[in-house]
């Protein structure tokens, strides 16, 4: 039975792709991959999660092209309100299409966006999506009229270890930059490094940059993406940070939940970021041991850790202002040059400060009393404006950096 409708299905689909007869690998691929790893399917079209970042709990399709997906985290909760999702659809034929996304924890949150190539992504319409509470529970109910293309839905943009690789093999032309990685995932998932420096110049100070410690965070990763790439700029502040500064930039410390589609964690059901000083996970261990490499290095010394993330809404975790580091005073030099470059923006500021939880933020102040912060970006922020605050922040670090006392 199951036979008979894949073939039907396969058939079907390759009608419907007749405008290019000739090009038979391409037409048939995809199609093959969406049926082959199915999560549900009809005889009208086929939902599967086989790339990486995709994640779904469970889908079934009814009369056709009504597709019913539930959601639900990587582990038992309590668990963060990081409901990822993502999925590709695959239909036989230009089709209208409904959509439901359920939830078993937490509910909606994050905006449908939908992509055909799984690199350029547009926000759903808002006539599209309709976000209703059921029991308690938020829940997205998505209407789409399909061209018979396949295409994803997803939280939010797919950023996976495939699109970091892309970007570190065009940094790395830089003579500036050089890449490699800071070792292995649980998984044994490389964790790629980029190291920022001057070679000609002898750097005694450090800074350290992290992202994706949270898979779906990834409005931080879009920041994060102008950020490094301002700091090599071809210009006069850029070069006189690299000939000073070294920066250490980790983009992907978690690539494990990030290919998995996780909620929040990384394999060994915990949060990473509750896990710096434990450093009982190895993603963390190994971030832990570069910081202390850098500290044991007599040409080296840590100046700023900032680690990169997303929640509701743009905002900056500072230490509490009672907190003195070193460098002094850098943390409010930094954020007012960075206010004075964007000056329709109101940069927020959370202060802030809590012993004992592995929050990377605290615990490498703990240890090292260098200034740190959490640069968080809203889920839904505009991912221009994204783009012009992580370039601003850069600028702004520089600058403050470079007006720091050299010991
Ligand atoms: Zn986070």
Redesign the pocket.
């Known amino acids: 039975m199951r036979t008979l409708f894949l073939a039907s299905l396969a058939g079907s689909l390759l009608l419907a792709s007749c405008a290019t007869p000739h090009d038979a690998t391409s037409v048939a691929s995809l199609p093959a991959s969406a049926l082959k790893s199915a999560r549900c399917a009809s005889n009208l079209l086929a939902v599967d999660t086989d790339f990486p970042a995709g994640a779904l709990a469970s889908c079934t399709v009814s009369d056709g092209t009504n597709i019913a997906i539930t959601i639900a985290p990587e582990d038992e909760p309590p668990i963060n309100p990081s409901p990822w999702y993502a999925f590709r659809v695959t239909p036989a034929a230009p089709t209208e299409m409904k959509l439901s996304l359920s939830y078993t924890e937490h509910g909606h949150r994050y905006w449908p966006k939908i992509s055909y190539d799984g690199v350029t992504w547009t926000y759903l319409d808002q006539g599209q999506v309709k976000v209703s509470e059921l029991a308690g529970s938020k829940m997205a109910r998505i209407a789409l009229e399909s061209d018979g293309r396949p295409f994803f839905i997803s939280a939010q943009e797919i950023v996976v270890p495939a699109t970091y690789d892309k970007w570190l093999g065009k940094l790395e032309r830089h003579a500036d930059a050089s890449r490699s990685v800071l070792g292995q995932s649980a998984e044994g998932r490389d964790i790629p490094l980029l190291t920022i420096a001057d070679p000609f110049s002898q750097q005694r100070e450090s800074i350290v940059l992290v992202g994706r410690?949270?898979p779906p965070?990834v409005s931080?990763a879009l920041a994060m993406f102008p950020f490094v790439e301002e700091l090599l700029a071809d210009n006069d502040l850029a070069r006189r940070f690299r000939a000073r500064f070294q920066t250490v930039v980790v983009p992907m410390l978690n690539p494990d939940g990030v290919v998995r589609g996780h909620w929040r964690h990384a394999t060994g059901g915990v949060d990473l970021?509750r896990d710096w000083g434990k450093f009982c996970q190895p993603e963390t261990r190994l971030m832990g041991d570069m910081i202390a490499a850098i500290e044991a290095d007599p040409a080296r010394n840590l100046t700023f850790f900032l680690d990169f993330?997303?929640?509701q809404k743009d905002v900056v975790y500072t230490l509490s202002k009672d907190i003195e580091t070193d460098p002094p005073g850098f943390t409010d030099a930094w954020l007012a040059d960075y206010q004075a470059r964007v000056p329709n923006y109101e940069v927020v500021e959370e202060p802030g400060y809590s012993a004992g939880r592995g929050v990377s933020k605290n615990w490498i102040y703990d240890e090292y009393g260098v200034p740190t912060a959490t640069f968080?970006l809203g889920d839904e922020t505009d991912r221009e404006l994204v783009k012009t605050l992580g370039t601003a922040a850069a600028r702004a670090m520089m600058k403050t950096l470079l007006e720091t006392e050299s010991e």
């Open positions: 410690q949270h965070e931080g970021n993330h997303s929640t968080e």
